[in-house]
């Protein structure tokens, strides 16, 4: 009501804009941008926050110059479409700075909408190659336009850049819809594994039997093999960032079921060392379910396998690379169940087959990893067992050396930043052993900070996760350390929360089980540490401890 008691008029919204966002783009780019635009239309928004949002998809894209060529006049069509549009996403390339149409759409747009709702999208080159003059200098003073989104692969990539363009166009949180997203994908690909594991299997066996002399019989078996390698690889590797144990045994028992089929004498070595890889898979999910016996005896038994096949071929990469594998496997259990001579009999043989890969083929990427990860066993040894931190950052620096250099062959590759992460948790936990707090803290915040990059891209990634578990409980110790007890409670309280999420989404994993009591157990120590100066702290320990029969109970 209004002071003189009539009823006010009520304001009429705007009508709502046809287009989403009007994108703009030089014609030498026209592949690249139709792509672009079929993804940002196809895109649907994760159920549950496209029903936060209330919006399943965006509202069309305009296409300039294409939609609109049949229009009598194309500058008016133009005009039309850039008034109906909430952005303008301009698609930016080293073509980009020379088109004249470009610019003036730039131009208009902005007179509508101002410089907030211009998005540049970054395809190719780089933004001193690739944007346009208008999009730096508007001729009003500013200079420079913020990148909404950078597709190439050495920025955020084409599904972290179309995430950010989808959550600026509906209005969403960026980071949910990021994590929404990856979950899907998750499933998705799980669903699918499951799906085609069987199938998988099926195929080769039939595609080998059906051979009838005896030599299309062996060729047969050994292609049937190489595509029971490939399926164990991919399906494994898409299990671990984001399955369960039992995903990872039904597919083992698909795997299993074509070696099954095939002659326990069989000398093809394919089909040998096909089967050893199967039990070093089996042996390394038994170990994280804490089976330690059935896992020796399957890594013993491939370790058998690769040997036999060693002695026939001794100079098949394949045959070398396999019996690293499993003198790397017996070397885990072995250290696992605190059988420290053993373990470190078995890393050395796995790093002088590592080396014998790397003296054979030294352009090999792969086989650097290799050499990587055998000095990173090495120094491992020597620093939890031999106490002998000199040696184990030798070690640690030469695997580091190696996960570098692979790395300047392979930017950004998620599986070597990875490594380098790891590689940086070591040396942080050599310079604690010498008595270095500060310079082990600079090495856990690299290693946080390439762990924060690769969550970025792939936040659900489990993989990921434990890595970043451990990392942030490794800083927790350091700001105890240092004197910063508190910091340290609110560290490994993170730690602990994670750990615990991990751990209700994957019942049978052992390994995640005993993170979830290790962050408890650092957590309840960082309390009792701040006793003295916080009343509360023995109760947050005594509640952290809770019933200690339980560890000894899931220890024996």
Excluded at 81 to 94: E, G, N, R
Aim: with cysteine; net charge positive.
């Amino acid at each position: 009501m209004t002071a003189s008691g009539a009823r006010a008029p009520v304001a009429t919204p705007p009508p709502a804009r046809r287009y989403s966002a009007f994108l703009s783009y030089t014609h030498a780019d026209r592949t690249a941008v139709l792509r672009l635009h079929a993804r940002l239309e196809g895109y649907r928004l994760p159920k549950r926050l496209a029903e936060q949002a209330g919006i399943r998809r965006i509202k069309p894209v305009a296409i300039d110059r294409a939609e609109m060529a049949a229009a009598a006049d194309l500058a008016e069509a133009t005009r039309e479409a850039l008034s109906q549009s909430d952005f303008l996403i301009v698609a930016c390339t080293p073509n980009t700075p020379r088109s004249t149409w470009v610019g003036r759409e730039i131009e208009a747009f902005r007179q509508l909408r101002g410089r907030g709702a211009v998005l540049a999208v970054l395809l190719a080159g780089d933004e001193k190659t690739s944007f346009h003059p208008v999009l730096l200098d508007d001729g009003k003073g500013n200079t420079g336009q913020p990148l909404a989104a950078d597709f190439r692969r050495i920025g955020d990539g084409p599904r972290i850049g179309l995430l950010k363009l989808v959550a600026t166009l509906l209005g969403v949180n960026l980071d949910e819809l990021i994590h929404r997203d990856a979950k899907r994908q998750r499933h998705q690909r799980l669903a699918w594994a499951s799906a085609t594991g069987a199938l998988a299997v099926m195929i080769a066996a039939l595609g080998w039997s059906a051979y009838n002399s005896r030599a299309q019989a062996k060729q047969g078996q050994i292609a049937a093999s190489r595509t029971m390698e490939h399926q164990l690889d991919d399906l494994r590797g898409q299990i671990k960032a984001g399955g369960t144990l039992d995903m990872a045994a039904a597919v083992n028992r698909n795997i299993a079921m074509f070696y099954a089929q095939q002659s326990s004498g069989t000398t093809l070595p394919e089909v040998q060392l096909g089967r050893a890889k199967l039990l070093q898979a089996e042996a390394e999910d038994q170990l994280s379910r804490g089976d330690l016996k059935s896992a020796d005896a399957n890594a013993r038994t491939a370790l058998r396998i690769t040997s036999g096949v060693m002695s026939r071929e001794p100079n098949d990469p394949k045959a070398i690379f396999l019996h690293a594998q499993s003198a790397y496997w017996i070397g885990a259990i072995a250290w696992r169940k605190g059988d420290s001579p053993l373990a470190a009999n078995a890393f050395a043989q796995y790093a002088a087959l590592a080396n014998r890969l790397v003296k054979a083929d030294s352009d090999n990427a792969d086989w650097m990893l290799e050499q990587g990860y055998a000095n990173s066993n090495l120094g491992t040894v020597a620093l939890l067992s031999a106490r002998d931190p000199k040696l184990a950052w030798h070690y640690f620096s030469a695997a580091r050396a190696a996960f570098d250099e692979v790395d300047r062959r392979k930017p950004n590759d998620p599986a070597i930043v990875s490594d380098l992460a790891d590689s940086e948790a070591w040396l942080a936990q050599t310079e604690m052993q010498e008595g270095n707090p500060r310079a082990a803290r600079d090495h856990r915040a690299e290693q946080r900070r390439l762990l924060a990059q690769l969550l970025s891209k792939d936040p659900t990634n489990r993989q990921y996760r434990s890595l970043e578990i451990a990392a942030a409980t490794g800083q927790a110790m350091i700001q105890g350390s240092l004197g910063d007890r508190v910091g340290a409670i609110r560290t490994l309280q993170q730690a602990l929360d994670e750990a615990s999420a991990l751990a209700a989404a994957d019942p049978a994993n052992r390994m995640e089980r005993d993170r979830k009591r290790a962050a408890q157990l650092f957590l309840a120590r960082a309390w009792l540490d701040n006793a003295h100066t916080d009343p509360a702290a023995i109760g947050q320990a005594r509640k952290l401890l809770g019933n200690c029969g339980d560890d000894w109970t899931g220890a024996a």
